[in-house]
């Protein structure tokens, strides 16, 4: 066994010259390959840089908590701009008020704008976190407008996506709110969202459930496919979870799945209350086949005006957020929307709030 062991020491040796030699070779001739130009691959980690949140700071100017009187909710508003009327968002279920954060830097500079964070999401604070009924809403909307303007509010323009634009379509259909000046509804109608239920606690059970860092959480919302603008998914997707010290990862912070019982009342007969509703109406949709018969009738008719967004998903102002920004500008300087009402040359139309 020695003896083996000796002589295979020189033979070890000399592959350690040669393979010393080899090399020294080839650092004065390399050899030509395919690959020889590739760049070194970076480390695994620094693929998550560009999914880093972003501040929202960036895009609005400022943050509240709105009190509501003689109850504890507490409903978190983040505003921008300074003059003009009053773009008021709302944000489909599972999301927050920063859904509209880039659009937002494009907008304010035309008008206002206040997103809130709708009960049971982001940074608002309830009692009663899965009461998401319509109703609720609703009464949650009208009581933030009072809390933040009294009785003499600006002209308002409702923008909803999603479950959000249900309750704009709604708050709208009260005719409660005078100074209501017009409505933008966000990739929701009536047939396809009915019909969708269906199948929408086993979307919500197939998703992720736990991610082990915010930077995992938003590659994943990309990767995924439901937002399709990295920029935007920095932004709004961490006001979407909570960290859970029991299991050391970041969860979602609104339990969708535990509301099954409010979702039939968010959409069933939309689209007649949207059509009912006596002021100017943008109805922005990713697709053509959302159209139900009787918003097809009425877009014939002229009641409302339809934009059909291409190459987007269906949180449009967050894929596309300098088209929707331009479209939600446009709307409002084609029906001379103020920061009192409607306004036409020679004649200003103001709106007076109710006794």
């Known amino acids: 066994m020695e003896s083996s062991n000796l002589s295979s020491l020189p033979e070890e040796t000399l592959d350690v010259e040669d393979e010393q030699q080899q090399q020294q070779v080839n650092k004065k001739n390399p050899p030509v390959s395919a690959f020889s130009s590739a760049p070194t691959r970076p480390p695994t980690q620094s693929s998550l840089k560009k999914y880093v949140p972003l501040e929202w700071t960036g895009f609005f100017d400022k943050e509240e908590d709105v009190c509501i009187p003689d109850s504890n909710d507490v409903f978190h508003v983040y505003m921008a701009g300074t003059e003009g009327p009053v773009v008021f ?5 599972g999301y927050s008020g920063l859904s509209f954060a880039l659009s937002t830097s494009k907008i304010k500079e035309k008008a206002r704008v206040v997103a809130m964070d709708l009960r049971g999401h982001g940074k608002t604070s309830t009692e009663n976190e899965l009461d998401l009924s319509v109703e ?10 009072k809390a933040m303007y009294g009785d003499s509010p600006p002209a308002i323009v409702l923008v909803g996506h999603s479950m959000g634009g249900s309750v704009a379509v709604h708050v709208a259909a009260k005719k409660a709110l005078p100074s209501l000046a017009g409505m933008v509804v966000v990739d929701v109608v009536e047939g396809t969202a009915m019909a969708s239920l269906a199948h929408m606690q086993k979307l919500l059970s197939s998703r992720m459930q ?4 915010m930077e995992k959480a938003i590659e994943w919302s990309v990767r995924g496919g439901s937002l399709r603008n990295i920029d935007s998914a920095r932004v709004s997707v961490p006001t979407t979870l909570k960290y859970d010290d029991s299991k050391k990862c970041y969860v979602y912070r609104t339990r969708l799945e535990e509301t099954e019982q409010y979702w039939r009342g968010w959409y069933e007969g939309l689209s007649d209350k949207f059509l009912s ?7 922005l949709l990713a ?13 014939m008719q002229g009641k409302f005006q339809m934009v059909v967004v291409r190459h ?3 949180a449009i102002q967050e894929d596309t957020p300098d088209e929707f920004a331009t479209l939600i500008i446009n709307f409002i300087s084609r029906n ?12 200003r139309r103001t709106f007076q709030p109710q006794q």
């Open 89 to 93: 968002c709302l944000h489909g279920g």
């Open 136 to 145: 609720t809403m609703c009464s949650d909307v009208f009581a933030v407008l």
């Open 210 to 213: 736990h991610f082990s860092s």
């Open 277 to 283: 509703c006596p002021i100017p109406k943008l109805l």
């Open 287 to 299: 697709g053509t086949d959302r159209l139900d018969r009787s918003l097809t009738i009425g877009q």
């Open 312 to 314: 987007t998903g269906h």
């Open 336 to 347: 001379r929307i103020g920061p009192h009402g409607i306004e036409i040359p020679g004649l």
